[in-house]
């Protein structure tokens, strides 16, 4: 990266973090753009993609004088004229310097939400012009930062990695192995340093409550298994007082191994069946 344009993006990362806190008026954010990117526009519809998107749309013919339309009749948020003659005029080096003036001017707002804002109009413009230009969320590119969503899914990716923390955190339960991991990982990603500590702060609080809820459903399934038992126990205990337990061994013996049923007539299959289902009554005494 160059200096200048590591210059910048040290910059425009502090004013983000300081504005966090507001909410930013994309209208306003557009305006500003617009007076750097979308110069002529009524008469140059494919002013944005030459000015602030690629070269391949071809130069911006302007006309001495002549302004977007959709900057407003207020100059609180444009770039005034005098600061456009210092502006780049390479277009990705113009939208990044954009940028950085911009989000100086409106309150609240982040290279996310010019990208978020602006990308589309370029592209659209860079469609009028002929050309495909996908933005790509060019800032980017341009200041060697990436978007929060992209950094989140980096570093999780590498701390649910089976060599670090593990999908279920069994391997970081302690703050020291966390750290270590996180400290790994978010060294191994650029252009994040802007949303490291809200990313941490978030994976931690993810851990807590992974590791809360796994102690919590263990508690219920030992609960569980303990008013299974104790419920098999208290069956046991009323059919053996009942002696439903050896009625029905009795009943089922006479049934399925006896050839006359334990009918009146064959009352040794009955003592037979009695003396085979006696194991219930031994069993029965060994229960509290």
Known sequence: MKPHTL????????????????????????????????????????????????SSAGEPKTPKGMRSVSVGTSAKYNISDKDLKNAPTDPGERYAWATSQCIKKVTGCTTDDVTDTYDTLIEQSCKAAGVSAKMNRALETAFDTKSRSACESEIQLCIFADNHCTSDFRKCESNTDFDKFFSSCSVSVSGCDEHISEIRGE??????????NADTLLAKIVAGYSAARENKIAEIKSGCAEKRFYESCIETVCKNNMNNQCGADFEFEKTMAIQLCKFYDTACATID
Not at 16 to 38: E, F, P
């Open 203 to 212: 994976l931690l609080a993810t851990r807590d409550s992974m590791i809360k």
């Open 7 to 54: 210059f910048l993006a040290l910059s425009i990362a502090s004013i983000g973090t300081a504005n966090a806190a507001t909410t930013c008026s994309r209208a306003n954010l557009t305006r500003c753009l617009d007076s750097a990117c979308a110069l002529n526009l009524s008469a140059n519809p494919a002013a944005r993609c030459q000015y602030c998107g690629t």
